[in-house]
T-cell receptor, first 111, second 116 residues
Framework: GDSVTQMEGPVTLSEEAFLTINCTYT??????LFWYVQYPGEGLQLLLK?????DKGSNKGFEATYRKETTSFHLEKGSVQVSDSAVYFCARSQGAQKLVFGQGTRLTINP | GAGVSQSPRYKVAKRGQDVALRCDPISGHVSLFWYQQALGQGPEFLTYFQNEAQLDKSGLPSDRFFAERPEGSVSTLKIQRTQQEDSAVYLC??????????????FGAGSRLTVL
């Protein structure tokens, strides 16, 4: 079945470091791709999305490009902040109703 | 309301008890989803409503799980005869559009169920 595989965490970085969190997805159909973020004590929030190949989603300094040839949607940020500490989930749409999530990557940024 | 509201936030049940989890979606949102998130895992789809119609319940793990949305707004997820493996965070999400596709889901903070 459809699946999403994320880089295993936890990931710990220093403030202002460059961030990459890898995500790959199964290539059935033409899914939309998403990154959701879960801050401590809060619900999942959409961070960014891309709906077709070569689209780039961006928000709050984070970017991810929909790469059909490598079935990837890696999350990047050039300079992370302590406030970016959270759990990040990559997801793909499945059919018209569902989202299939990766297992999540916990990110901790140290000052 | 301003967001998706779930209650209770925390529930502890003894094995064999029945529980009911409530979701109050954003007013006017057509679509409502339930997901189950085990510790350290990503959310997994349980069921989907479009207004009051339950269009997909393929993710419900057993017939002990039942969901309803009788008036197309508030939804309740009921778990009968709870088992320890039911311990998880149950997430509710709503959307203005039918289905997901490129549409954005707004998630509630979740109901954490612990079965002893």
């Amino acid at each position: 079945g459809d699946s999403v595989t994320q880089m295993e965490g936890p990931v710990t970085l220093s403030e202002e470091a460059f961030l990459t969190i890898n995500c790959t997805y199964t290539a059935t159909g033409y899914p939309s791709l998403f990154w959701y973020v879960q801050y401590p004590g809060e619900g999942l929030q959409l961070l960014l999305k891309a709906t077709k190949a070569d689209d780039k989603g961006s928000n709050k300094g984070f970017e991810a490009t929909y790469r059909k040839e490598t079935t990837s949607f890696h999350l990047e940020k050039g300079s992370v902040q302590v406030s970016d500490s959270a759990v990040y989930f990559c997801a793909r749409s499945q059919g018209a109703q569902k989202l299939v999530f990766g297992q999540g990557t916990r990110l901790t940024i140290n000052p | 309301g301003a967001g998706v509201s779930q209650s209770p936030r925390y529930k502890v049940a003894k094995r064999g008890q029945d529980v009911a989890l409530r979701c109050d979606p954003i007013s006017g949102h057509v679509s409502l989803f339930w997901y189950q998130q085990a510790l350290g895992q990503g959310p997994e789809f349980l069921t989907y409503f479009q207004n009051e119609a339950q269009l997909d319940k393929s993710g419900l793990p057993s017939d002990r799980f039942f969901a309803e949305r009788p008036e197309g707004s508030v939804s309740t997820l009921k778990i009968q005869r709870t088992q320890q493996e039911d311990s998880a965070v149950y997430l509710c999400a709503s959307s203005t559009h039918r289905g997901t596709g490129a549409n954005v889901l707004t998630f509630g903070a979740g109901s954490r169920l612990t079965v002893l």
